[in-house]
């Protein structure tokens, strides 16, 4: 794959997988904001090299059908050529989706598990799947990008990787190791 031709920041959202959700309903909202910067386009068709051409990521919300070996294939090549692959599951994970996609995400030291993250008590929101968290960010990065802190802010006692929250709803656990790199936690309140 000619690496060229991602330039042009397109982001495909996989539609071809029964994915819980469609990138003109549910998704509607995020499409209108990435169009700012990204060319947005459906991935309707059987998972190839040919139609991941031009690609810079490919987004998979939910899949709820297996990918066959032809499609690990394809999307372990557009990894390879620098392509990046975001996938979302919800709480269940693998086994309450029907999918398979574990086998790609282990070979990158990633494991959605087959559970829940539950909050044990309760913080600003109703439902005990709606996990708020206060101490989840690991990347201090992160938190720069989210405008919670000044990059020059460097003091040992200030806790920088503590000052972003943000709601985590209806999600599975993670199991990663390298070369994976874990870059938020469920941290204390959940």
């Known amino acids: 794959m000619n690496l060229d031709n991602r330039s042009i920041k397109t982001v495909l959202i996989s539609c071809s997988k029964g994915e819980l959700f469609n990138m003109n309903k549910e998704l509607k909202g995020l499409c209108r904001r990435l169009r700012n910067s990204w060319k947005i386009n459906a991935l309707k068709d059987t998972i190839t090299m040919a139609s991941l051409q031009g690609a810079s990521l490919v987004v998979f919300v939910g899949p709820q059908e297996?990918?066959?070996?032809?499609?690990?294939?394809?999307?372990?090549?557009?990894?390879?050529?620098?392509?990046?692959?975001?996938?979302?599951?919800?709480?269940?994970?693998?086994?309450?989706?029907?999918?398979?996609?574990?086998?790609?995400?282990?070979?990158?030291?990633?494991?959605?598990?087959?559970?829940?993250?539950?909050?044990?008590?309760?913080?600003?929101?109703?439902?005990?799947?709606?996990?708020?968290?206060?101490?989840?960010?690991?990347?201090?990065?992160?938190n720069k990008y989210g405008g919670k802190f000044n990059v020059n802010d460097l003091e040992a006692d200030n806790p920088l990787s503590q000052s972003l929250s943000f709601v985590f709803p209806y999600g599975a656990t993670l199991h990663v190791v390298k070369p994976a790199i874990s870059v938020l936690s469920s941290g204390c309140t959940t």
């Open 66 to 142: 297996k990918f066959t070996k032809a499609e690990f294939d394809a999307l372990t090549a557009f990894l390879n050529s620098g392509g990046s692959i975001l996938v979302t599951l919800g709480d269940g994970g693998e086994g309450k989706f029907e999918t398979n996609i574990n086998f790609l995400l282990e070979d990158y030291g990633i494991m959605i598990n087959n559970d829940s993250v539950i909050r044990t008590s309760y913080y600003k929101y109703f439902h005990p799947k709606e996990a708020f968290i206060a101490n989840g960010i690991l990347n201090r990065e992160i």
